[in-house]
Structure formats: structure tokens, C-alpha cells
């Protein structure tokens, strides 16, 4: 085999991932500055309403919450993941106070956890989820929400309770 053409491929293929990377970079969420743009859904509990944004991929469900300083009481983010897994989360560089709720197809919550700004301990879903939404901390206990209690709107077909 040709060397020359061995270290031509190898150099086509060191570009194409360089480019691979380049782009996944562009289109990260920055250091240090919020997803305020993401799309968004309105969910309803029961009669609360709730406005969230959609953290879909990869890069903006790596990203979440991280660096917001504030959000309205009736806002959150649904995280979507592709198939159902233990979902884990924590709190790294995310300065709220935040409740996720661990969510079935059907909107039922799995599992809620209380989670504290900047603590990087893991707090998971009992079951496999696909859907997880974080709230302001003590949202879903002030309009006594806890497991098995049945989000609607957005992907969900069922009706709250």
C-alpha cells in the first residue's frame, strides 16, 4: 500500500473530524450565559399552568438551567430524552433551587427530587423516564403534586388530575 495515500486518508478523515467538532461547538450553549430560547410547551396540572421550555438535544439538555439567575414561578424545562432510561440529574452550575419531577409517556410523575443550587449529587428516576421537567423548588409540594399525579398538555395525552 501506498504511504503517501495511507497519510492522504488519514489526513482527509483528521479534517472531517475536525469540521465533526467545530460544528457540534457552534451550536453549544456558551459558558456562562443561559438557554432562553429554546421552544415551548404549555403543561397543565391539574388547573396550574405551566410554560416550558424544551430542552430536546443532546447539547441543550447538557445545558438546562445552568447559569439562570431567575425564572417565573410558572416556568420549568421538560427535558426530552429519546427512549426510556434512568434518568439522572444534578445541579452543576445551575444557581436555583429546583424540584424535578421524573415523568412517564403518560404524564404520570414517577418520582419527584428536590435538588439544591451547585450540588453535583446525582438525583435519578426510580424507573426508566423519558421525560423529565424541573420547577422552582417546593412547586409541586405548595399545590400538593407528588407521585402519580398526572401531567397533561405537550406530549402528554392524559388529562391532569
Given at each position: ?90 445541579m452543576h452550575n445551575t444557581f436555583l433551587p429546583l424540584t424535578a419531577a421524573f415523568l412517564a409517556d403518560d404524564g404520570r410523575i414517577v418520582n419527584l427530587a428536590d435538588m439544591q443550587p451547585l450540588d453535583e449529587t446525582s438525583h435519578c ?37
Open positions: 500500500m501506498d504511504m503517501r495515500r495511507v497519510a492522504a486518508a488519514a489526513m482527509g478523515a483528521c479534517a472531517l473530524l475536525a469540521g465533526a467538532v467545530a460544528a457540534l461547538r457552534a451550536n453549544a450553549q456558551p459558558a456562562g450565559i443561559p438557554q432562553l430560547d429554546l421552544p415551548r410547551v404549555e403543561l397543565r396540572a391539574g388547573m396550574h399552568r405551566i410554560e416550558a421550555q424544551v430542552a430536546r438535544t443532546h447539547e441543550q439538555r447538557m445545558t438546562g438551567l445552568m447559569w439562570r439567575r431567575e425564572m417565573p414561578p410558572h416556568e420549568g424545562m421538560l427535558f426530552i430524552f429519546e427512549r426510556p432510561a434512568v434518568q439522572c440529574f444534578w428516576s426510580r424507573e426508566p423516564v423519558r421525560y423529565v421537567l424541573e420547577m422552582h423548588q417546593g412547586w409541586f409540594a405548595q399545590r400538593g403534586i407528588g407521585a402519580g399525579f398526572r401531567l397533561a398538555g405537550g406530549p402528554f395525552a392524559a388529562s391532569g388530575r
